[in-house]
């Protein structure tokens, strides 16, 4: 499979824990995007890596979310401290650096559920 | 103003009919616009772009885009009941490297 892959799925924690979400982009893609989706709303970005250097962090985002993407090639996106209202699916797209399309492909994304 | 902006439905079409969504977007600027479909509980699978005003056509689907009224469409032709989904609008921002999503059009195509 040469999609996009998250992992994991799903994830269910306690309020106040730390969560950690892994993405893992097509292969040569450049561009790795962070996003989140809660019910009937379409995805809100969150941070966008060019290679490993991180170019936008959404001002939308809490200093809780971190995300790193340190070779180059995956990418990781933390929560710590999570809250109710961090429950979403958060999902991951990369892109291949092209002057002629900016396509992004999806993964199939983490449901995040904080009791 | 929203950015992006998309009736949410649902539209209802039979089988068979064309069935029209739009979307109008509020940055001059951008060049480039993407159509998702979103089934429930899966992730958004792209379906098509446009970067130049008029239409495009990929099999049963056609973009259609008008940047002086910042207005995007997308028709589906010989609608399928495997078409009911949500369909996601998003304008590629030029300045920031990123997409800005609507909220979505959910179709019901009935059989």
């Known amino acids: 499979d040469t999609g996009v892959s998250q992992n994991p799925r799903h994830k269910i924690t306690k309020r106040g824990q730390n969560v950690t979400f892994r993405c893992d982009p097509i292969?040569?893609?450049?561009?790795l995007y962070w996003y989140r989706q809660t019910l009937g709303q379409g995805p809100e970005f969150l941070t966008y890596?060019?290679?490993?250097?991180?170019?936008?962090k959404s001002r939308l985002l809490s200093d809780r979310f971190s995300a790193e993407r340190p070779k180059g090639s995956f990418s990781t996106l933390e929560i710590q401290r999570t809250e109710q209202g961090d429950s979403a699916m958060y999902l991951c797209?990369?892109?291949?650096?092209?002057?002629?399309?900016?396509?992004?492909?999806f993964g199939p994304g983490t449901r995040l559920t904080v009791l | 103003q929203k950015e992006v902006e998309q009736n949410s439905g649902p539209l209802s079409v039979p089988e068979g009919a064309i069935a029209s969504l739009n979307c109008t977007y509020s940055?001059?600027?951008?060049?480039?616009f993407f159509w998702y479909r979103q089934y429930s509980g899966k992730s958004p699978e792209l379906i098509m772009f446009?970067?130049?005003?008029g239409d495009k056509e990929d099999g049963r689907f056609t973009a259609q885009l008008n940047k002086a009224s910042q207005y995007v469409s997308l028709l589906i032709r010989d609608s399928q009941p495997s078409d009911s989904a949500t369909y996601l609008c998003a304008p590629w921002m030029d300045s920031s490297y990123k997409l800005i999503f609507g909220s979505g059009t959910r179709l019901l195509v009935r059989p």
């Open positions: 446009i970067y130049s005003n």
């Open positions: 292969s040569e893609h450049n561009r």
């Open positions: 940055d001059r600027g951008s060049q480039s």
């Open positions: 890596f060019q290679n490993e250097a991180q170019l936008e």
């Open positions: 797209a990369s892109s291949p650096e092209l002057e002629s399309t900016n396509e992004q492909f």
